[in-house]
DNA sequence: ATGAAAGCGCTAACAA
DNA sequence: TTGTTAGCGCTTTCAT
């Protein structure tokens, strides 16, 4: 073990001849200083092997941290509510070490109250920004001034193809896909498979769940080729005519027992399926809101494919903490999320 | 929003007329002071709605946190590999904010080992200790210890019966059992199913897997009835052994296609398996060792069920650390963590 | 280009 | 019981 004494700037001042100021000059690169002395101080911090005192720095300088999460508002009991949660979970000594976040919410449906809120972070002129690129044009917008103005972002959820953030943290989206069919089959060929899907209207926002659902495709392709697919659309808002909808087409494929959603809303299945148990069905969908994990216990779902969304927006704060606070870079851009697994046998403890 | 200057000690030390010592005094119930003073200072520190800087704290007391982590030598792809593998985890600014963390370790078949490594603990004197109480009798004796000495711990993996801990972070064992067999039936009645044990010569160890095989064991009378189930023990020392008792135990019962062990050693069945695959045969085990996971992407193990041992020692080296620094204390004593089921189609981001 | 010095907010030792 | 004071290690003017 090495001895512990720690090293301070007055040390290396003392074994170069310079001055503390000199010495903090070279540390941040800030220049005025000669050639020679930057040599011989960046000798000296290495020979001694000093590591800068965080604490100190932080409170020398006595700059709050700020690091804004950008997403949709969200009702209870929603994905975003969700991701949301995450916001206040960096480790405690993470905020305790001077780092405060704020977020920033607007309506997953109206451009105008993204372009709104993405002014507010702007004016709040934080360290970072974490944010959910639903409006592509828009996203595009504000992530070229938070460029300008040397503000690094993450994503997360989705990514779009531009390449200055600072980290992606979010599931595969097509492999998640390939699990979902793999989870709905249970490995085996069977005979019909029911996608459930909410008619959008088009908000020019982008659609993660395509990708998705071309992974389920091609895993049915491959591994289940004999299974007859069908889709049917529903309306969030209109619970009668989602039974309706179930009701005529299952009238119709009484051979088809399976069911499957590719964004978070499987819940709103829940009052048919429990009106139409069937031990032979399995009905798979995504993320762990409140509802779905309840479907979950009450058997009506099967399995739930979770990514964790809080932890999403946790580990984008840590990683424009830790950019802001010690200036570290994620060492990969792009952080994919487990895919977890939900069965209600595994839900308790999410 | 609350005007966000921060009001330090001095503010509150002009506002009652006493100094910044006697309200340091009162902000760490020092004693020393008059009832007074003290309901004074409590009133003003409310009303102005204080809040320590932390880093101010933690410069001028000069302390570095050391928390202790005491695991069993992990040999390469064991189990422990992987709990360590969380001590570094802890997020950056944490350890940035002046933790430091350090392995203790000892040989989980030497309870000498135990107990000198224990001896290093104490000897270091942690902030705190996070162990994984292998021991039954010694992990009792040690935690007095730290009790008396005022430094608090966290169990992970499994926990005893004790009560002193500051948090325990670990799978829920039981329930453990029962989510394998539910994967490893599928949630059908099947003819057979083989548990594969490790013979254990007895190291006063305590064995955590016995709680896991009661909750497999409940399941299968509940929701599969007619399956028998039958015992197997094998020596992880001898592979050639391993292969005969397989074989030989097969040859008798041909009915029977699927396997289970309880343990993180499911790898050690791998050679067997490649010989003799089987499209219907299901093997279910625990823990996402190196050897585990490779096996999943082979297909020769259906499910492994993961705890994240990095995630607990993570977790409970946070807590520590929270609790040291910030002086909290979590939550939930018994912090349970969420089981994975990690199938071929998502163990890659894992 | 470099040095000197005044803090940042809090702690702890010492006086009073 | 209370006040005073000297730092903790670093940043940041302001001189030089």
Redesign the interface.
Known sequence: MAQ?QKITINDIAQRTGLSKGTVDRVLHNRGEVSRKSYDRVMEVIRELGYEP????S??AKGK?HLVAVLIPTHEPGSFWELAASGIDK?????T????ETVLFQYDQYDIESFRAACAKVLEANPSGVVLAPLFQGETEAVTRQFVERGIPYCFIDSRPDSNGYLAYFGM?LY?SG??CA?QLT?GRDIPGALIVRVRRDRYQQSDPTVNRRAGFLDYMLENAPGCKIDNVFIDPNDPDGIDAILDGYFAEHPDVKHIVMFNSRIHLLVPWLTAHPDPERRVVGFDNLKANMEALRAGTVSVLIGQRPDEQVRLAV?AL??HA??G?TPDRKDQ????????R??V???
Request: aromatic letters at 12%.
């Open positions: 512990n005192n965080v604490y100190a932080l409170l709050k960096p480790a405690d000594p993470v305790a070490v001077g780092l595969p492999k390939y699990l793999d249970g840590e903490a830790e606070i010690l570290k994919f999320m487990h895919m977890d697994i939900l069965t046998y595994n308790e403890d999410y």
